[in-house]
């Protein structure tokens, strides 16, 4: 019997960037709780984004946010993983060195980016909806008092590609205490290495006493890889990369389709 369903955001639910959720989606997860099913949502997102795209049904589920570094119940942290300022510090420095790349820093109370990544800012607000602060100077003029969950490489539509040929992740990648991963053309996420959906959604798994037979999990992209590996009823959607269906036991049908809809309706 499945007890929790997990799924992704950007690319799963939604078109990346967006606030197009479909409203039935609300009437689903209360459906679902009063059959005894709880839902988490598990995103690159920052929690001030999760929030309100969640806002109808915010105390009937649960949160798995940026990229799994920060683990929420009730809308209180029960796990966070931060980056070691120093290593965030001289990675963003080696991001704005790349051509055409800019830098978003999520922190505990905020996102962050400087003066010049407008354009950036301006989405991350309006499309995203996080709260957000610009600065002067990345990653000078960070607050020091704003613990650093997350830094993503953000590039218009080829940011892996870029990340890998500026040697990036071979640099900062495995045996560096850290995670990069692709989450779409956009973005590559770079987390402290304890900071996994899959291994966040494990902490909550035992934290709810459910059992990987007992969850259903969505996802679309690498850094869902962790996170489909928890649940026997791993799902790719139709738009996922092929790494990703490949990894899944089903495949659902498109976001634009509302693929994770379709399935959550046959419960």
């Not at 939604?14 to 009063?34: M, S």
């Not at 798995?64 to 990675?91: F, K, M, Q």
């Not at 790349?101 to 354009?119: I, L, Q, R, W």
Request: aromatic share 8%.
């Amino acid at each position: 019997m499945i007890k929790l369903v997990c799924t992704d955001i950007d690319g799963t639910l939604v078109e990346d960037g967006t606030f197009n959720l479909n409203g039935e989606y609300y009437g689903e997860i209360k459906r679902l709780k009063e059959k005894g099913i709880m839902f988490c949502a598990a995103s690159g997102r920052p929690y001030s984004s999760i929030k309100k795209l969640f806002a109808p049904v915010l105390e009937d589920i649960y949160i798995i946010c940026d990229n799994g570094a920060c683990v929420l119940v009730n809308g209180e942290p029960i796990y966070t993983e931060s980056i070691e300022r120093s290593r965030a510090a001289d990675i963003i420095k080696e991001i704005e060195d790349i051509k055409g790349c800019h830098t978003y820093v999520s922190c505990v109370n905020k996102g962050y980016v400087d003066k010049s990544a407008m354009e950036l800012y301006r989405w991350l607000v309006n499309g995203y909806r996080i709260d957000m602060e610009l600065i002067d100077k990345m990653p000078d003029s960070l607050p020091e008092n704003d613990p650093i969950l997350c830094i993503e490489m953000y590039h218009p539509y080829e940011a892996e590609k870029l990340a890998l040929e500026s040697g990036l992740c071979l640099r900062w990648g495995e045996g560096k205490g850290l995670r990069i991963g692709c989450a779409g053309k956009q973005w590559m996420h770079i987390n402290s290495a304890g900071a996994d959906k899959g291994q966040s959604l494990m902490r909550l798994a035992g934290e709810l006493g459910v059992k990987s037979d007992e969850i259903m999990v969505f996802g679309d992209n690498i850094n869902d890889l962790g996170m489909l590996k928890c649940g026997y009823y791993s799902y790719a959607i139709g738009n996922a990369r092929e790494e990703v269906k490949a990894a899944a036991r089903f495949v659902a049908d498109t976001n634009i389709n509302d693929g994770v809809l379709k399935v959550l309706k046959t419960l």
